[in-house]
């Protein structure tokens, strides 16, 4: 099971980040949509989770719970269910040349752990590169979106879970931090403002699916 | 939530290190007698566990399952409840002056993941210097025997956990892990034949809390 990447996969990866109540199910249903007209059809995948480990693990991670959960091991949890989609899940379809899209990955962890918990970004870095090695998605979506909005949208869900019970104050430095990460990669990263209709953040996320694949036939 | 130790702490913190079937519990409580007669009554815990949540993360751990479990979800599973059993009780206690005997710690990781598994000596290194900074234990007890014989031991206790099922190869890997650690700091372990009779593996062990004790006081 090792995680190391086929240098001749052909597999593109593709994550899509956000924060609570943004619509993702029904954008990344869309970006489906899009990858489908190419004649693609991707594996569908999320994290936390993506295998019945990491889902388990995902359990732990997100039921609210009495026993206070540590920083850190939050940090680990997220890592080491990360860990076993990649090996078995993640790893070996790209390296069969399937595309993966994936409901979040580790922007979420510089975003949720980095810049809510305000955990130290080099040891997340670190943890990423020995789960990782050097996978990184192909392209990443983020749809953006004022917080406020946000968190009304998702609290119409139903019973809150532990990332969602957090302050205005948590998402904000969430939404900075993805941001940011965004802003030093502008071609990997695609920015998406959600608080449009969804008739133009489909639009956006149409022609942004074009232009990658513009850039990956031109490689 | 800081794992940082009280500079000023007095409690003493004793692990309890080996492999299968080497008599741990009855051993662990022989050692709380001994403590007892000092006047010290122990905070007993164990790893992989010693919380709510960190138990759970141990039945991830231990539980036989068809999904093979990729080795760094092990490692990062079980730093990830080592965390938050250091955060949650170890260091709390440990700060309030109480003594803490745990059945295993980091060296079992050593030994395990280190030796068994064959993971990378330095990642481990890595996430012990993250989830602890400099919290070592002050003494640790290794309970030596030939694998063979610890193995038949232990499959008298009926199903075996997801790393008893393992080769007796791992676990003499495992063992010479244990031994190597012990060798590199003789002060701060102390390894016990526990092929001897129980009567001389309790003399063995109290000796050796004696010779701890009076290191202690001589401080």
């Not at 920083?71 to 790209?94: D, G, M, N, S």
């Not at 975003?111 to 050097?134: C, F, H, P, S």
């Not at 513009?214 to 490689?219: E, F, G, I, P, Q």
Request: hydrophobic share 40%; net charge negative; glycine share 6%.
């Amino acid at each position: 099971m090792s995680n190391r990447l086929d240098q001749q996969r052909k597999g593109s990866f593709i994550t899509v980040e956000g924060t609570e109540g943004v619509g993702k199910t029904t954008n990344i249903a869309w970006i489906r949509q899009c990858l489908n007209t190419y004649g693609i059809e991707p594996l569908m995948s999320r994290e936390p989770g993506g295998t019945n480990l990491a889902e388990e693990i995902r359990v732990l991670l997100l039921e609210p719970r009495e026993e206070p959960m540590a920083e850190l091991t939050e940090l680990l949890l997220i890592f080491a269910a990360r860990a076993q989609h990649l090996a078995r899940k993640i790893v070996p379809a790209l390296n069969a040349g399937q595309w993966v899209l994936c409901d979040r990955f580790t922007d979420a962890t510089y975003a949720y752990q980095g810049g809510g918990r305000l955990l130290d970004k080099t040891t997340i870095n670190n943890l990423e590169n020995l789960v990782q090695a050097d996978l990184r998605p192909d392209l990443v979506l983020i749809l953006d979106i004022e917080p406020e909005l946000g968190l009304q949208r998702a609290r119409q869900r139903g019973e809150p879970d532990r990332f969602e019970q957090e302050t205005l104050e948590f998402f904000r430095r969430v939404r900075a931090a993805y941001q940011e990460r965004a802003s030093q990669d502008p071609t990997r990263y695609l920015v998406i403002d959600a608080g449009q209709s969804l008739d133009q953040v489909q639009r956006q996320i149409q022609s942004g699916i074009e232009a990658f694949m513009s850039r990956r036939l031109a490689v």
